[in-house]
């Protein structure tokens, strides 16, 4: 069974600082990771992918890949109130033709 | 549309009750995916279509539930003889890639069912 895990949190942080979400997997094969951002009550929107070793940056929000520790992350800067909701972190499988698979989500509370 | 549209957006059903879940991907979207997400869980995979070929139905729980796209464009997820713990938010993403092995999803808004 391939996994995904994530802190389900609640992840408390005050608007200005770093957020950190963090995330194992398994599948030693996986080649790409995403971040999808999930307001309550709303449908999930992908807002960071990332492919190869090391950080990508894109605004306020770094993704960063260490394949050999299996483990990705989400840096959000400046957290903002309107930065509050689940993270998914998302993997995509080694295996041909399998779909996307998704961590249970990290609850992020921003307050101001 | 601009988006996935899905319909309803809310279903209370009875237990025992059949069900049908209807989703619209964004026109010209080949891959369509069926998830299934749980209070505080993160989406489960239930099934894959590519065009109206259905390749990986390895995500439903049950024979109970049931998938079709017959046309290549809308697809409906049927749920027979409902049953609790069938309760969640169904979620349909589509993909302009003609794969399952791919990350970039556009999700509907989902149908959140209830079943009592």
């Known amino acids: 069974q391939k996994e995904v895990e994530q802190n389900s949190g609640p992840l408390s942080v005050p608007e200005g600082a770093i957020a950190s979400l963090n995330c194992t997997y398994s599948?030693?094969?996986?080649?790409?990771f995403f971040w999808y951002r999930q307001y309550s009550g709303k449908s999930p929107e992908l807002i960071m992918s990332?492919?190869?070793?090391g950080d990508k940056e894109d605004g306020r929000f770094t993704a960063q890949l260490n394949k050999a520790s299996q483990y990705v992350s989400l840096l959000i800067r400046d957290s903002q109130p309107s930065d509050s909701a689940t993270y998914l972190c998302?993997?995509?499988?080694?295996?041909?033709?399998?779909?996307?698979?998704f961590g249970k989500g990290t609850t992020l509370s921003v307050s101001s | 549309g601009a988006g996935v549209s899905q319909s309803p957006r809310y279903k209370v059903a009875k237990r025992g009750q059949d069900v049908a879940l209807r989703c619209d991907p964004i026109?010209?979207?080949?891959?369509l995916f069926w998830y299934q997400q749980a209070l505080g869980q993160g989406p489960e995979f239930l099934t894959y279509?590519?065009?109206?070929?259905?390749?990986?139905k390895s995500g439903l729980p049950s024979d109970r539930f049931f998938a079709e796209r017959p046309e290549g464009s809308v697809s409906t997820l049927k749920i027979q003889r409902t049953q609790q713990e069938d309760s969640a938010v169904y979620l349909c993403?589509?993909?302009?890639?003609?794969?399952?092995?791919?990350?970039?999803?556009?999700f509907g808004e989902g149908s959140r069912l209830t079943v009592l």
């Open positions: 993403a589509s993909s302009p890639l003609g794969t399952a092995n791919t990350g970039e999803l556009f």
């Open positions: 599948d030693r094969g996986s080649q790409s």
């Open positions: 990332i492919y190869s070793n």
């Open positions: 998302a993997g995509v499988p080694h295996q041909a033709g399998t779909a996307l698979i």
């Open positions: 026109s010209g979207h080949v891959s």
């Open positions: 279509f590519q065009n109206e070929a259905q390749l990986d």
